[in-house]
């Protein structure tokens, strides 16, 4: 219980980006042992900053899940549970983060599903085709998020002191 | 018709975890080329090998299950043209790891199938092992034990330590051939118990202590058995900067000649993160394994792990003292250079062609490596090392410099 307040104090209090999810929906989702398509899509497209402001609750689920269909970054119906596997999919394309020469060829998940785990994005027993709880969600955002604004902060430095990447 | 359905009921039962599980390949190669030549500086080795290795990890209840077996290809020339065509090139099947681990209670995990494992020493014995290991978790302090057999295992990876009572210890020992798959594919059979522990924060805070008791039992076909017993020790601790690095063992044997003789070994480390704007790392250490000797008997380690990238010494009758740097320039790339001496303990147990005198000074080497990640599910090493033989008091003054450079990859399908 502790570490579950804990993540939803985190998120609460962390990046600009997830400003637009309310704390009940926060909660909603921490309790949740399976997350739906259409709720890791509210979720990831809204803490990569993707979703129009002002969207919360059905509205915002309903438009990300339709702006990742769309884009491809979702298969399954908006009502199914999401894997892992698909999560990792959905993470990667929303926060643009780059992956090794198979994903980069053929961009499917289950290339997308390594590169979290290598990057440790994805972090603790983990299986391709697991269900994603609400809490795992909310901590491979958190890694999402943490490593994108690594890298823009060390581009930026690099920019500023005429660094190589 | 209905055993059709019995069977495809039972299948789908005994593979459905399987529709959860994971599978990849990797592909490897690695370029050698070497001068060990203690004669001739132009009698260059070539050797090529190249793996395919698919894999499979899947979860079963609360277990997990990884298994990986592959192929090797196998390709030696010489620059003289000395070894004959049909010794050039093997195939080689493996089966390079088969795990199933487990958490059966809050504190208590295991480990069972074809394993890495290292001692708590890393001293005696390092690799891939058949067996299980079982570890109890009690806070401060894990405990386990562990039983192992080496005879399944694939010889020259496994590189397991020949007795001296052995008689393949007396005579050339044939390289793989797959029309005599069972006389030279396994390794010599051995088995192993270990009784481990690691205690954080113990004797002090900053300090983490390994111990253990390890069993081995010889299970050749030697008229007389060679067991030995050993006792473990490790002791690792950061302060600040700083990192130490201290083991040893006590090992024990029993033989009929000779009756019961004590050998040991030791190494230390110590080490200092550098206060520059890199990730870089020096270390000074030294290891040493005794030798045949009046109170000593040479110190017989379960696999034989070659301590240098050129001379390639055996822990066994050998002393080192190296000096090395670390770097990690970038996220992707990691480089280390090093510099080794090496002694011998005693005048018996290390054996080398260039050995021309009764001293015990073997001289030096120097290597370095890099790594170099552009992807992850690619990598790419290069690495390099020279024995310089007039360094040393024992060697040929005149002997030409050996040398090994080796360019390896790996990529993940």
């Known amino acids: 219980m502790l570490n579950r307040l804990l993540v939803l104090i985190f998120f609460l209090f962390s990046a600009l980006a997830l400003s637009a999810q309310t704390a009940a929906e926060l ?70 983060i780059r992956g090794g020469i198979m994903y980069s060829f053929t961009r499917a998940p289950r290339y997308a599903y390594r590169e979290m785990v290598y990057r440790r994005l994805i972090q603790g027993r983990a299986y391709p085709s697991m269900k994603v709880s609400g809490e795992q969600l909310l901590q491979i955002i958190g890694s999402a998020l943490s490593h994108t604004g690594e890298n823009e902060l060390m581009d930026a430095l690099l920019q500023n002191t005429g660094g190589i990447r | 018709m209905k055993r059709i359905y019995i069977f495809v009921f039972i299948f789908s039962i005994a593979f ?21 030549s203690t004669t001739s500086p132009g009698n260059r080795i070539d050797n090529f090998v190249g793996i395919f290795a698919p894999w499979l ?49 809050d504190s208590i995990d ?19 092992f058949d067996g299980a290991d079982i570890l109890y978790d009690m806070g401060r302090a894990r405990v386990g034990v562990a039983a192992f057999y080496t005879g399944l295992l ?10 001296p009572t052995d008689p393949k210890q007396m005579y050339y020992v044939a390289p793989f051939d797959i029309n005599d798959f069972a006389n030279t594919y396994f390794a010599p059979r051995r088995a192993l118990t270990i009784l481990h522990g690691e205690f954080s924060g113990f004797p002090y805070a900053r300090g983490t202590t390994f111990a253990g008791l390890m069993a081995q039992f010889d299970l050749s076909k030697a008229d007389e058995k060679f067991h030995t017993q050993y006792l473990l020790l490790r002791h690792t601790m950061s302060y600040k900067r700083f990192d130490l690095k201290l083991a040893g063992v006590a090992g024990m044997e029993n033989t009929n000649a000779d009756g019961i003789r004590f050998a040991f070994a030791t190494s230390v480390e110590c080490g200092m993160r550098l ?56 996220h992707a790339l990691a480089a280390e250079v090093h510099g080794q001496y090496f002694f011998r303990t005693d005048t018996d147990t290390f054996f080398d062609s260039g050995i021309e005198k009764d001293f015990y000074s073997l001289g030096m080497e120097l290597g370095g490596s890099l790594l170099w990640v552009p992807f992850s599910d690619l990598s790419l090493t290069f690495g390099g090392g020279a024995f310089i033989p007039r360094t040393g008091a024992a060697m040929d003054t005149f002997a030409p410099v050996r040398w090994s450079i080796n360019i390896g990859t790996i990529f993940s399908l």
């Open chain 1, 27 to 96: 909660d909603r989702l921490l309790e949740t042992e399976a997350v739906t398509a259409a709720g890791a899509a509210r979720f990831v497209l809204g803490a990569a900053e993707l979703l129009p402001p002002g969207l919360s609750g059905a509205a915002a689920e309903n438009a990300a899940y339709n702006m990742a269909r769309t884009n491809r970054w979702i298969t399954k119906e908006a009502a199914d549970p999401i894997n892992l596997r698909d999560a990792a999919f959905l993470v990667m394309n929303a926060f643009e």
């Open chain 2, 16 to 36: 459905t975890p399987l529709f959860a599980a994971d599978f990849g390949a990797t592909l490897s190669g690695n370029y050698l080329t070497e001068n060990l």
């Open chain 2, 57 to 105: 990890s899947a979860p079963i209840g609360k277990a997990d299950f990884y298994v990986s077996a592959g192929v090797q290809f196998d390709y030696t020339g010489d620059s003289n043209n000395m070894i004959p065509w049909e010794d050039r090139m093997s195939v080689i099947p493996e089966l390079y790891k088969l795990e199933l681990s487990a958490r059966l209670s």
């Open chain 2, 110 to 128: 295991i480990r069972a199938g074809r394993i890495f494992w290292q001692d708590p020493s890393r001293l005696v014995a390092r690799g891939s």
């Open chain 2, 154 to 163: 694939y010889s020259d990876t496994a590189s397991i330590n020949v007795s």
């Open chain 2, 275 to 330: 206060p520059t704007p890199v990730n870089d790392r020096f270390s000074l250490g030294a290891k040493w394994a005794s030798g045949e000797g009046p109170n000593t008997a040479a110190f017989f380690p379960v696999v034989m792990e070659e301590q240098s990238r050129v001379l390639k010494p055996y822990f066994s009758g050998i002393m080192a003292l190296a000096a090395r740097y670390e770097v990690r320039l970038h």
